[in-house]
């Protein structure tokens, strides 16, 4: 990845992200997240809300590596990860999906229905 196209991206308004995010794990199958010391997925707390966070490229991780999560590192997911472990971990525990986040800022927030259609229709499109 380029970048003009990381600066790009960047710039993007959070829902814009989010439909940027989509195209690129159905292009690419894989997605980020990121663990703490223990292999923990890291969890964000909004509000009452604790959030699970993804990337679309290990690039736009290590940019938004900062005070709260210094101490984790990236984790590349495929999509098989994300069906056979990660949602499941999602739905039990009541996650919110942070989408994206850049700068310290929250991403594009959805839950794990909208998420899920989001990314079967992406991928639909191109089968």
Avoid: H
């Amino acid at each position: 990845m380029n970048s003009k196209e990381i600066e790009n991206v960047l710039k993007l308004e959070p829902f814009k992200r989010y439909e940027y995010f989509i195209k690129k794990v159905a292009d690419f199958e894989q997605l980020w997240t990121i663990v703490d010391e223990d292999g923990d997925y890291a969890i964000s707390e909004v509000d009452e809300f604790s959030l699970i966070t993804f990337w679309p490229a290990e690039e736009f991780v290590s940019l938004d590596l900062q005070e709260d999560w210094e101490d984790c590192t990236p984790l590349k997911l495929t999509l098989d990860d994300l069906r056979d472990n990660i949602f499941d971990v999602i739905n039990s525990e009541n996650y919110l999906i942070n989408v994206f986040p850049v700068n310290g800022t929250s991403g594009f927030v959805v839950n794990l229905e909208e998420f899920s259609r989001d990314l079967n229709e992406e991928l639909n499109k191109i089968e």
